[in-house]
């Protein structure tokens, strides 16, 4: 299930960086959005075929889940509303990111899946580095966001496939 959630969240960001892409760049990222979708649907039909075999969740698990997801949305939205009504709208992708990034630190003890400190510390990374990587080649900063995410999360979708 882990892949089919890292290949549609991987589609979403190469879709993000569709926002206002370098010249050459568009076909690149509706590739990258088209193998993240498949990789959602390898992912999905991976977790149908075992059902029944098990999962992470459970009475403890979930609630707590369902708390640290809310908690996510919650600081998603508010700092993107916040950066918008300050001008600053060109920072909400990063923001997500590192919002995004961290949200795999508690997840990764809760769920049991040791992959989630790689892709939350490389995401973290990612919100961090790709403000001055766009500036400095004046780029749309959504655009760098968008791939340096989507590639890591298309990445750690096919690891979760194989794995």
Not at 83 to 111: C, K, N, Q, T
Request: aromatic fraction near 12%; proline fraction near 6%.
């Amino acid at each position: 299930m882990t892949a089919a959630i890292f290949g549609f969240f991987s589609a979403a960001w190469y879709g993000w960086a569709q926002d206002d892409p370098p010249p050459g760049w568009r076909k690149p990222l509706i590739i990258g959005s088209i193998v993240g979708l498949l990789g959602a649907a390898a992912g999905g039909i991976k977790a149908w075929r075992n059902w029944s075999t098990g999962t992470a969740f459970g009475t403890e698990t979930s609630p707590i889940f369902g708390i640290i997801v809310g908690i996510e949305v919650l600081l998603a939205v508010g700092g993107a509303l916040v950066l918008s009504r300050r001008g600053r709208g060109e920072l909400m992708a990063p923001w997500v990111a590192f919002v995004v990034g961290v949200h795999f630190f508690p997840m990764a003890p809760l769920l049991g899946y040791p992959l989630f400190y790689v892709v939350g510390t490389l995401v973290t990374v990612a919100a961090f580095v790709s403000v001055p990587v766009a500036r400095s080649r004046r780029i749309a900063v959504s655009s760098v966001t968008g791939v340096m995410c989507g590639s890591i999360l298309l990445v750690a979708a096919v690891f979760s496939l194989l794995a």
